[in-house]
């Protein structure tokens, strides 16, 4: 099988599986302790979740905290529901629905709109009541990378917080400018389940789920091999940040190349180029897929998939239903190969040259 669904999961690193080993141990070992409780093997434990936070930190801002939780869905609901109750939140048009579902749950939500090319320029208006813009850093779908500095400035110039969802960007390219950042951990090569938000200093957040308060404003126990994974994972991609995008940049180059016939979706210069989202209009999608089914690729946001729906954010640029339903997203990075994009291609274009387009 060959795996170009980057956006959606991961690989994990083996340092990060070798991180998480150590405090899965059973009752023959030691690694196995709460991280709250007050005993040798609970402080064991809670020191190896600090030294992931340090390194999970390393890549955000300085001067603000890490707050550990379960997926980036939870630090996005975190940050929009605990930062205020009254006021508009403006998103943007293209945001995960973790950020779109939650302010119109709230009945706050304010769109702010896309271009074509699935960019959010700030020289929009936002409402006079506004409390928060959310606006993400890297599509998750069409791997647009968002004029996020320029929208942090007219946040502040609002006197609005600003929001990124950074899950498609950290470890790849630098994350800035924010006052809360939500990641999570398998889409840089940790494990699933665990997830963070970096609140800056003097943001004040409360409690969305009460019981324990075991990080401040977030109650639950902590998972020491999950939250050590996810550092070693950050750990890694701190270290090979360049050589990870200097070979997205080949395989990129590569794959432009091999699908020049099909309709890049989104810019092509203010992307993250492990994010290849083209169509070909009159693609029965289902069909290729089942006609390459040891290729793993998305027909749109893995978030969303099986809804039916035409994905939100190309429709947003402006796509009609056919062409979205027309479209496909292949990503790829630090364990793909150049012969892996050579023979998806192959495969891809055979099929749906089959389809006669």
Known sequence: MIYLDYQATTPLAPEARDAM???????????????????????????????????????????????????????????????????????????????????????????????????????????????????????????????????????????????????????????????????????????KGVGALWVRDGVDLTEQQTGGSQEGVRSGTLSPALIAGMGAAAKEAKERMAQDAEHVEELWNRARDLFSDWTLNGSEDARWHGNLNIRRDGLDVARLMSDCRDIMFSAGSACASGSGRPSHVLKAIGLSDKQAKASIRLGFGRYTKIEDIEQAAKSINAAAKEQGL
């Open 21 to 191: 080993l150590r405090w899965l141990d059973g009752p023959d070992g030691t690694g196995f302790g709460n991280p709250h409780s007050p005993h040798r093997m609970g402080r064991q434990a809670a020191a190896a979740i600090e030294l992931a936070r340090d390194r999970v930190a390393a890549l955000f801002p300085a001067g603000g905290k890490v707050i550990f939780t379960g997926s980036a869905t939870e630090a996005l609901n975190l940050a929009i529901r605990g930062s205020g109750k009254a006021g508009s939140v403006a998103v943007s048009a293209i945001e995960h629905a973790a950020v779109l579902d939650t302010a119109e749950a709230l009945g706050q939500a304010r769109v702010l709109d896309v271009a074509q090319d699935g960019l959010c320029g700030a020289a929009q208006d936002l409402p006079k009541d506004c409390r928060l813009v959310a606006v993400m850093q890297v599509n998750n779908e069409i791997g647009t990378i968002q004029p996020t500095v320029d929208w942090h400035r007219k946040a502040k110039e609002a006197n609005a917080l600003f929001l990124v969802d950074a899950v498609q960007a950290y470890g790849k390219i630098e994350v800035t400018h924010a006052d809360m950042i939500a990641i999570s951990a398998h889409k840089f090569h940790g494990p």
